[in-house]
């Protein structure tokens, strides 16, 4: 696996490699979650292309960028025994240069609720801006990423059927520990004792599931959801059940299920997770496919 930090470097390893070409873009300290799209994007393309930046424009809080995990050594050793051809880990300014005046911008309810109401809006314009970017920087036959993000991966969904852009998104299971937590970047903020707070997350979403065998009543859901984090000792933003297919509210509970989205804090550390619901409790976490 090479290592490229420039846009013409990138470019010119791609066009010495076959086709076809995957793309994994990530923030990198990597983890199983990672690990899982690129050995799918290895298992489908003849290159694979991890990309690692911590994209500035896409937080909303300065400390939370500041300490997000960095450890590109680490991340190299692991991108290339999942299969990654070429890492793609350029500085800020090779993406954002000097005079850099563009944004794209997925609007309306798709990026105004849940994560877009709690981060900004400018949350996901600096997600679009920066995908769009590294497509058009990898031009790649598909693109890699995770359920754990349902709602970036709708709207990247979104962006790409807009654009006409001429790539495959392939959206790919949320991998968990044995307890259930969501692998996450950011899991290595917790403490062991919040770690252990943080299994509520995935509680609450599981009592969701079971709810729904009880009653269809999205209310209801919800409510056994809430109750269950009032033992808890995580600070709740949101828990909403949605309409997976564009995350408008869910009124009723009908034959297509609902995504049950919780984001929450544990002490500094912000979290999301979210578990697709059908009426009958049964699961459903593969995501439909495109
Ligand atoms: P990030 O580095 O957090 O921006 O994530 C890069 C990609 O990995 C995104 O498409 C995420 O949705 C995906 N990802 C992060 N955590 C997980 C996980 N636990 N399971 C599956 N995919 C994940």
New binding site residues.
Partial sequence: MKTVRTIPDLRAALKAGPRPVGL???????????L??IERAAAENDQVVVSIFVNPSQFNEATDFERYPRAERRDAELAAAAGATLLFAPQPDEIYPPGFSTSVQVTGPLTDSLEGAHRGAAHFHGVTTVVTKLLNMVAPDAA??????AQ??LVIRRLVADLNLDVRIEI?????EPSGL????RNEHLSEAERERAHALIAALETAREAAKRSTDPADIRAAALDSLQQSDVELEYFELVDPDDFSAVSRFNGSGALAAIAARVGETRLIDNLLISPSGEPEDQPKDS
């Avoid at 890699?144 to 993000?149: H, P, S, T």
């Fill in positions: 994994v873009p990530t923030m990198g300290a990597l983890h199983d979650g990672h899982s799209l890699y990423f995770g359920q754990k993000d970036q991966a790919l299971p949320t991998v968990r969501a692998l996450s970047s």
